[in-house]
């Protein structure tokens, strides 16, 4: 994001100056410095500058005197590799990096940025030394696919870097990597996370957390003011002794897990505890079969300086983890306002796979059961007039999948079947994929076409216009119904609070029939009705408009009702 349009058309701060490196890869150390000096007196000139310095130059100069002018050396080139910023004489001790630094020497042409050492050579030995008060470092998603050697790698380019700068304890303060969906599993980018937390063990090394600022549809978020500004305040605290600025969020000191619950001791040199947001979330718990559940609004809260959790389905927890995916949203924050940065509570290997085939964050991988074309019937429900309490329906315990222009019939009911209830979880077993529960619908068409009904949207993403992705509730094939959160131009009814969980995560839903209404409830709580429902009476099915999606354990009762 450029920095002009981040502060506004009408900018004016000449104290915030950068010299911008120009983009050079080498083969050897270079001694010239090529680039252009910036200062942001103009927004035209503030255009030119990182965003994230921008922010982090005017709010520290704010800190230390509106007068007095901050400095930066932009030194930087997205989506590149540490191994690329590292020394040739620190990447000797990593034996993966051998082949490639033995082929320097007759690299010809232009080199690419991925070259080992190339921009170090490039970019940075060519400015070693120059008088600088620390380092503002943001780097870690080109290596989220190697986050066990980024755990060694990255604290040797701090000490490379202060090698070069002949500054043993030189301030280094580095941003994680934000929330973004990786083409990848669920949980990698949490891995490197933690091999980034690997530097703090260094003295003078502080962290910025950015688990609220991502955008799971774009690796470059676009709230860059917020990164700059913790940026600042870390800076104004380690190495200008601002004693008012934060430097960290709420650090865990302890778990214990007694009689089904799990509490959670931070430090209370870190402030109070607080929520972002109306809701606690990013908890995880697991018992010892290594399946990690998250626990509803109703079994997660703070406590003093302690958050206290539990789940029904982890009668004996014996870990915790906070914000351990790629994208999972986290709202634990201290009352100076910084988050707290992603953690757990276990020494589990990564990627270690539960028994069942169920990976470590209860993510299914379970060979799926495709279904293309006409609907297959799971279940004729002639007897659900009787009975009382739940019944589970045929194939409960699987899990069911369909893909683009495919449908499953999960329940087929009587002709008047009264007031119901049904349950289930489910979740995009792809990523974007587009969906959704048919409600009181008749059969497909040829070709699995969507048939009449209510469309209980089940929608990864991206948002649209007219459709958000936590479960819309819309009338397809001359069904109707009166929306009672509705959009002008539509006539779906829109949830009124955002609950979903995205793939690959799952989500429970609670859909309940009351004569002409309808509701749907997300993880826990009602977010979307519909009065005046006028569709057929049949079948409860699983549709999918493109992707893959996946429910099971589904559950069905009468309820109270007409």
Request: glycine share 12%; net charge positive.
């Amino acid at each position: 994001m450029e920095a002009a349009g981040a502060v506004g058309t009408g900018a004016n701060v000449p104290e915030v100056r950068s010299f911008i490196v120009t983009n050079t890869v080498a083969a050897a150390p270079q001694t010239r410095t090529p680039g252009v000096r910036v200062a942001a007196g103009k927004p035209e000139n503030a255009r030119r500058m990182s965003a994230v310095g921008f922010h982090f130059a005017d709010e520290l100069r704010r800190r230390l005197g509106e007068s007095v002018p901050v400095g930066l050396v932009q030194c930087e080139w997205g989506g590149t590799a540490a191994e690329s910023w590292v020394s040739r004489e620190a990447l000797a001790g990593f034996a993966e990096f051998a082949e490639r630094l033995a082929a320097l020497p007759t690299a010809k042409g232009n080199l690419p940025p991925s070259t080992v050492t190339g921009l170090y050579n490039g970019m940075v030995a060519s400015i070693a030394g120059y008088t600088a008060r620390g380092v503002l470092f943001y780097q870690g998603e080109a290596n989220i696919g190697r986050y066990e050697r980024y755990r060694t790698l990255f604290p040797a380019l701090v000490t490379d870097w202060r090698k070069a700068w002949n500054q043993p304890e030189w301030p280094f303060l580095f941003a994680q990597i934000a929330p973004y969906r990786y083409d990848s599993p669920p949980d990698l980018a949490a891995w490197l996370r933690e091999a980034q937390t690997e530097a703090l063990k260094l003295p003078r090394t502080a962290m910025v957390p950015t688990v609220d600022v991502g955008d799971r549809f774009d690796i470059h978020p676009r709230d860059k003011r917020t990164v700059g500004v913790r940026f600042a305040q870390a800076a104004a605290a380690m190495v200008y002794g601002k004693a008012d600025a934060p430097m960290r969020g709420p650090k865990l000191l302890e778990a214990r897990f007694v009689d089904g619950t799990a509490t959670l001791k931070f430090d209370p040199a870190d402030g109070q505890l607080a929520v972002s947001g109306n809701e606690l979330k990013g908890f995880m718990l697991a018992g010892a079969d290594r399946r990690f559940w998250l626990p509803g609004p109703d079994r997660v809260r703070i406590q003093g300086h302690t958050v206290v959790l539990s789940h029904p389905n982890v009668p004996m927890p014996v870990a915790v983890r906070y914000a351990w995916m790629d994208d999972l949203e986290g709202t634990l924050v201290s009352d100076r306002g910084w988050p707290a940065a992603p953690f757990r509570t276990d020494d589990w290997p990564a990627m270690e796979r539960a028994p069942g085939g169920l990976s470590v964050n209860n993510i299914d991988l379970v060979r799926p059961l495709m279904g293309a074309g006409p609907w297959t019937v799971l279940l004729t429900a002639d007897h659900f007039t009787g009975g009382k309490g739940w019944m589970q329906t045929a194939n409960a315990q699987q899990t069911v999948s369909v893909a683009g222009n495919g449908g499953k019939s999960l329940v087929m009911l009587p002709a008047s079947p009264g007031a119901w209830v049904m349950e289930l979880v489910w979740r995009a077993r792809t990523v974007g994929a587009r969906g959704g529960l048919l409600v009181c619908a008749d059969d497909p068409g040829e070709g699995g076409a969507a048939p009449a009904g209510i469309l209980l949207r089940m929608d990864d993403g991206p948002p649209g216009e007219n459709r958000t992705l936590d479960g819309d509730m819309e009338p397809l094939g001359g069904a109707a119904m009166l929306p009672s959160n509705g959009r002008k131009g539509s006539t779906a009814a829109f949830p009124t609070e955002r609950r979903s969980n995205r793939s690959p995560m799952w989500n429970h839903w609670r859909v309940e029939r009351k004569g002409d209404d309808l509701s749907l409830a997300v993880n826990g709580k009602v977010v979307t009705r519909a009065m005046g429902v006028q569709t057929r009476i049949g079948r409860v099915g699983l549709w999918a408009e493109q992707g893959q999606i996946e429910v099971r354990d589904w559950v069905l009762r009468r309820s109270a009702g007409r």
